[in-house]
């Protein structure tokens, strides 16, 4: 089945911007031979950009503009959320380059998108209607749950999406993935990673997010970029990488924490705002929720 059929399922208009998305990933993967050349500027987040970050971002925002439902779309690439049409009905948050830096020695990056039923994208993660990535590795993959199963789709020679996996689950395997130096883990964390390697877990970590995280939705285990030592926050972004994810993993059986609570019930105070992040199966999660506590 094309995604175009499979979108035929849900809210019409949430299926137009999905399909938008899915257009925008097929002319970006076209474009990544102009790859790995710096902009010279900084997101708003102080990290340097490439001129593909910009390309891409600029991609996706034209695609969200056509449709003429999208009222504001928000990206990491972007200072403030841009008004698109006035009369739309959802926003839009977007990571258009994922893992950007990998580019420069051919490693997998992605394409992170939540949708909300909002003029505004400073909601709550559970509030999204939709969630979406698309990972470009030696497959194009466009995986998107619209609240009720998380779908898997392959790009085609022919420019279409057509259905890998449907209704996917979480798997079971002992995989971690974890963020930041050892040396400057907190303590509760640091009890958390050692509970899973005493329990055989693998380390598996590739520095892409939408990569690693890909990996913990097929074959189960956890990934984490948590708080550590003179950053309190963490690293990655709650509007742009964590609410969509794990709306995606909570789709398919599994949790997001923020080691305390559920991410997806933040209210978000800025628009790049930052969040230590354990995403997984809810075993995995309730493990560290409970050496957090022991320290509450």
């Given at each position: 089945m094309l995604l175009e059929e499979h979108l035929g399922r849900i809210d019409p208009d949430i299926g137009k911007i999905i399909l938008s998305i899915a257009k925008g990933a097929v002319i970006v993967k076209g474009g990544f031979l102009r790859a790995g050349t710096s902009a010279g500027t900084?997101?708003?987040?102080?990290?340097?950009?490439?001129?593909?970050?910009?390309?891409?971002?600029?991609?996706f925002f034209d695609g969200l503009k056509a449709t003429g439902i999208v009222a504001s779309a928000a990206s990491e690439e972007r200072d403030e959320a841009?008004?698109?049409s006035p009369?739309?009905?959802f926003s839009v948050t977007l990571d258009p380059l994922d893992g950007s830096s990998l580019m420069g020695i051919d490693l997998t990056v992605g394409t992170i998108v939540g949708i909300y039923r909002s003029n505004t994208p400073l909601r709550p993660g559970k509030e999204m209607v939709?969630?979406?990535y698309v990972?470009?590795?030696p497959l194009t993959v466009l995986v998107y749950t619209a609240g009720a199963g998380v779908h898997e789709f392959a790009l085609m020679d022919d420019g279409h999406f057509l259905l890998q996996?449907?209704?996917?689950?979480?798997?079971k395997e002992r995989i971690y993935s974890p963020g930041a130096l050892r040396k400057e883990y907190l303590p509760y964390h640091l009890r958390f990673i050692e509970r899973l390697e005493a329990e055989g877990y693998?380390?598996?970590?590739?520095g892409s997010f939408v990569a690693d995280v890909h990996q913990i939705l097929h074959k189960g285990g956890v990934f984490t970029y948590p708080a550590f030592q003179g950053k309190p926050q963490g690293k990655l972004r709650l509007l742009f990488e964590a609410n969509p994810m794990g709306f995606i993993v909570r789709s398919a059986g599994g949790r997001i924490s923020d080691g305390a609570r559920d991410i997806l019930s933040i209210v978000p105070e800025k628009l790049h705002q930052r969040v230590p992040i354990y995403v997984g199966g809810a075993k995995e999660i309730?493990?560290?929720?409970?050496e957090y506590m022991k320290e509450a």
């Open positions: 900084q997101n708003a987040s102080g990290e340097t950009q490439l001129e593909m970050d910009k390309w891409a971002d600029e991609v841009e008004m698109l009369s739309g009905r939709a969630a979406a990972l470009y590795g996996n449907e209704n996917l689950t979480i798997g693998k380390l598996r970590f590739c309730s493990i560290i929720e409970e």
